[in-house]
Every structure is written in C-alpha cells, then in structure tokens.
C-alpha cells in the first residue's frame, strides 16, 4: 500500500493509538509518526518500545505540521487536547478523533478546530479490556467496523482520505450521523459494559458469602463479564457521562425487560422464558450468518440442522 498522509499525529498514547501506529507500519500508510501522550512514563515507554517514529513532549509539538491529527485520549480529554493543538494546525490538515461517544466529542472540539482544517469525527468498533501503549497490536482493526461521523458540508476528498487510512488499516468504514451512532453503541457497547460492571459487582458482594468459589467455579458467561469489566475506569467513566441521555433510554427499557423476565420466573411462564430465549438465540445466528463475528467459536457452525 502506498502513503496516504505525509505525516500523522497521535495525541493519546494508549491501545488504540498503538495498534493504530503499529497498523500504519505495517501497510507503509504514513512517511512519519508523531506521539505524545500527557504522562512522562508513557512517553518514555513508547521511546523504549519504539512507538511512534517521534515522541513529542507536548501536543502542539506533535501536531505543528502533522497532515493528520488523532486525538486518542479519554472522551472527556477531548476539549482539552483540541484546545492545545487549535493554534498550531497547519491548513488543509484533518483533524479526528476515536472516541467512543460523538455528540458530545463534536461540540468539545469543534470550538477549537480552525477554519481551514477539516474536523472528521471518527469511532473503531474495535478494542479489548487492556490500556496503555504496550496494549496496542496491528491487526486489531482488521475486518472490524470504523464509523465516520462527518458534519454535513464536510469536505469530501478530506473524508475520502481518511476512509482510505481506516481501509488501509484494515477496516471497514461506514458513515453515520452523531446522534444515531451515539444511540447504536448504547444499545451495542455502552448498556452491555454498565451490565457487566454490575454484574461483576454483585459477584464480588457475594463473593463474601460464597468465599472465592464466585471466581473459583466462574463459568464461560461470567468470565466473558470479568473481561468487560476490567476495561479501563477513566474511559468508560467518560463514555457514561458524556453518552448519558442514550445510555439512560436504553437501560430504561433493559429494565423494563428485566422485570418482565422476573415476574415470569416467578409466575413460572416458561413459555414466555422460551419464547424470549429463541428470540436472542436467532439474533445470535443472525451476526454469524452475516460474517460479523468470525472470532466466535461457533463460526461456520451455525447452518447445523437446529
Ligand atoms: N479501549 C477500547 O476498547 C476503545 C475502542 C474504541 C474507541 N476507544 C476510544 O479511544 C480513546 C482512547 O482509548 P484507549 O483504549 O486507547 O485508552 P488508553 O487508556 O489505552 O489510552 C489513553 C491515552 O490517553 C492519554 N491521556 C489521557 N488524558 C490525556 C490528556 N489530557 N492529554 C494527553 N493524553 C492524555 C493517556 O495517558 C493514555 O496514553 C477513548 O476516547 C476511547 O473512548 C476505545
Ligand atoms: O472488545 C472489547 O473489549 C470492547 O469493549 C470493544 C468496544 C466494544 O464495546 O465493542 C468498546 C468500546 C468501543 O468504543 C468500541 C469497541
């Protein structure tokens, strides 16, 4: 693959800014990559690991002259970091972001974008329970969904170069408009992390009575909850309080469908108990079928005589 941006900026030296460093490497994506990341320990790890072809010792620095900048920091470190850079980017740059909310990182860091630099928010639907910049790999992205959430009016051969560097890093880009995105990844990444913290949560209270059999015993579905929870407290505190109105509808009505599976286990409505389980289990089928989950040990599987 050939060279898309001359020069890229990583602000954010964690998972997703390393797989995205070590993926461009990978297909030769950029001529040069610049890093900083807030924390001198961070920075020096990445020297040490060789994460990034230059580590900076401030924002601006990284991003003067970058072709590309990415903002990898926590979604509530949005404003604060395009506040920082504003001033130095060059005109004609792009500036995006990979945070897991859009709405909100919109209106955060537009104020700061100038004109003349094109904003093009931007999300992976890709990404695991660890943090930090030796978290990052290069085939995290590869046939994974990487959302665009372009403004209306947004440059379009601006956008149609970072598709390209999305699609080099192995993706599969689509584009969708900030508030659907917001509302879909509650239903599809937000609700299920808030479960899984509280599911493990209770585990952990019971754990108390039970001593350590809660672990000790822990089956495939539990464990898959203990991943989910061990994500990183300072991303996932953002995600809640920046993404609240959608998150907050859908646990509404996770909540309501909770209540109506209690009261059938208590009225003991095994119909509606079966009826609801073939339900999910068809939307299981559905993602396989569709190719969406070729990780899943069932893969391939699922077109067995049920
Ligand atoms: N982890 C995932 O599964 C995942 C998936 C998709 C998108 N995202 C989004 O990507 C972004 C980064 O997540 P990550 O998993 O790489 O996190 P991470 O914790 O691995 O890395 C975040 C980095 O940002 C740095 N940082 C924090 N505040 C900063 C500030 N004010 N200035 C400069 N640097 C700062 C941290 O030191 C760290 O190096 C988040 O917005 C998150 O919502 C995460
Ligand atoms: O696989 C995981 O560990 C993830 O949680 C990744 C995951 C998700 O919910 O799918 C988490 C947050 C994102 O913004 C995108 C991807």
Redesign the pocket.
């Known amino acids: 693959m050939s060279v898309i941006y001359n020069r890229v900026a990583l602000?954010?030296?964690?998972?997703?800014?390393?797989s995205i460093f070590w993926a461009i490497k990978r297909n030769g994506l950029a001529a040069e990559v610049t890093g900083?990341?807030?924390?001198a320990e961070?920075r020096d790890t990445a020297r040490r690991i060789g994460l990034c072809d230059r580590v900076c010792d401030s924002?601006a620095e990284a991003a003067a002259d970058a072709d590309l900048v990415v903002l990898?920091?926590?979604?509530g470190?949005?404003a604060?970091?395009a506040a920082e850079i504003g001033p130095v980017l060059k005109p004609g740059a792009t500036v995006t972001?990979?945070?897991?909310?859009k709405r909100d990182v919109i209106e955060s860091v537009s104020p700061h974008v100038p004109e003349g630099v094109h904003f093009i928010p931007s999300?992976?639907?890709?990404?695991?329970?660890?943090?930090?910049?030796e978290?990052g790999f290069a085939e995290l992205f590869d046939n994974r969904w990487w959302l665009l959430v372009p403004a209306e009016g947004s440059d379009r051969q601006a956008v149609a170069r970072l598709r390209a560097l999305w699609e080099g890093v192995g993706s599969n880009v689509d584009e969708m408009d900030a508030d659907h995105h917001d509302l879909v990844l509650a239903v599809t990444s937000h609700a299920p992390h808030l479960i899984a913290y509280t599911m493990v949560g209770v585990a952990d209270d019971l754990r108390r009575v039970t001593d350590s059999e809660v672990i000790k015993y822990s089956a495939a579905g539990f464990r898959d909850f203990t991943r989910i929870a061990a994500?990183?407290p300072?991303?996932w505190r953002?995600?809640f309080l920046t993404n609240k109105d959608a998150t907050l509808e859908i646990l509404g009505r996770f909540t309501e469908e909770l209540f109506a599976l209690q009261r059938a286990i208590r009225t003991g409505d095994g119909d509606h108990l079966h009826d609801y389980f073939t339900r999910t289990r068809a939307i299981r089928r559905g993602i396989i079928e569709a190719g969406q989950d070729t990780d899943a040990p069932d893969f391939g599987r699922v077109k067995q005589p049920k």
């Open positions: 602000i954010g030296l964690g998972l997703i800014a390393s900083y990341a807030r924390s961070t924002a990898c920091v926590p979604v470190a949005m604060a970091v972001d990979v945070g897991s909310v999300h992976p639907l890709a990404g695991t329970e660890h943090s930090g910049p978290a994500s990183d300072t991303m953002d995600v």
